[in-house]
């Protein structure tokens, strides 16, 4: 893969991406590679705990505006639109469903579709610097890839709102408080802290392990398929809408959108 790492050290699997810029945008072809990556553990019973991680100054700040593949897709039908909305979300899946308990390790900024990756592990160890941010309805955009109900469960319907609609900014004192991050570390440690919960995780019985993540996986997820299930058609929609156009707009040209609702 050009983009991702994967490393073994016994029971414990390391992934890193790095796409070359310090944003560390997620690209179609980069997000492929995260879902091949977690896919390829599919059939790994070894395996015990594997740690996520992205830039050491950036996790991730989103979905790359700027990738080639989402201009080609501005003249695109329907069908073909729908499809590449599908690729963030199974991307998330993939990691959602892995049987090993799963880290992310957050240095800096963990952005959009970056938080939406965040959350479909199980734990996230995050710097002191650290902030995470879910701009998508800034850009009159709605939040997609099966986060809503991922965020919800972490942190409460209220919060969530604050998180998802209101574009709150959360820095890790916050993020540790509200349950969005389960550890804070000094910033440049978070790889060697996600490391001593996956060496933990090691430790244990492995068949109980999966079990075990599966049953509360099952629990707290029971209704997410049903919250989520159309927000690739919501975002494709969105996406052609006035208010996206100038949501993007603004951002790009950094001044204060103006939505109609459009």
């Known amino acids: ?59 991730s700040m989103g979905f790359d505006l700027s990738d080639a593949e989402t201009s080609k897709l501005q003249g695109a039908g329907l069908a073909e639109r729908r499809q590449a909305a599908m690729v963030g979300k199974r991307m998330c899946q993939a990691w959602e469903d892995l049987q090993p308990l799963t880290i992310s390790a957050v240095e800096g900024w963990c952005v959009g579709g970056g938080v939406a990756l965040s959350v479909a592990t199980d734990l996230r160890v995050i710097g002191e610097s650290a902030g995470l941010y879910v701009p998508e309805v800034e850009r009159g955009l709605n939040m997609s890839w099966g986060s809503v109900p991922r965020i919800t469960n972490l942190v409460g319907p209220a919060r ?51 079990m075990c993540k599966q049953d509360i996986n099952a629990y707290a997820n029971a209704l997410a398929g049903v919250a989520s299930h159309a927000d690739h058609d919501q975002f494709a929609l969105a996406l052609e809408s006035e208010d996206a156009n100038e949501g993007i707009s603004a951002f790009l040209e950094k001044r204060q959108p103006r939505f109609t609702g459009g």
């Open 1 to 59: 893969m050009k983009y991702v790492k994967i490393e073994q050290h016994g029971r414990i699997a390391v992934v890193s991406f790095d796409c070359g810029k310090t944003a560390n945008p997620l690209s179609y072809d980069l997000m492929r590679e995260l879902t091949e990556a977690a896919r390829g553990f599919e059939d790994d019973f070894e395996t015990s705990a594997i740690v996520l991680a992205g830039r050491p100054d950036n996790f």
């Open 160 to 210: 969530a709102k604050r998180i998802i609609i209101l574009a709150e900014k959360i820095r890790a004192d916050r993020a540790l408080d509200w349950g969005l991050a389960d550890d804070v570390v000094a910033d440049g440690s978070t790889l060697d802290a996600a490391m001593d919960l996956a060496t933990r995780a090691a430790s244990m019985p492995p068949v109980a392990v999966r």
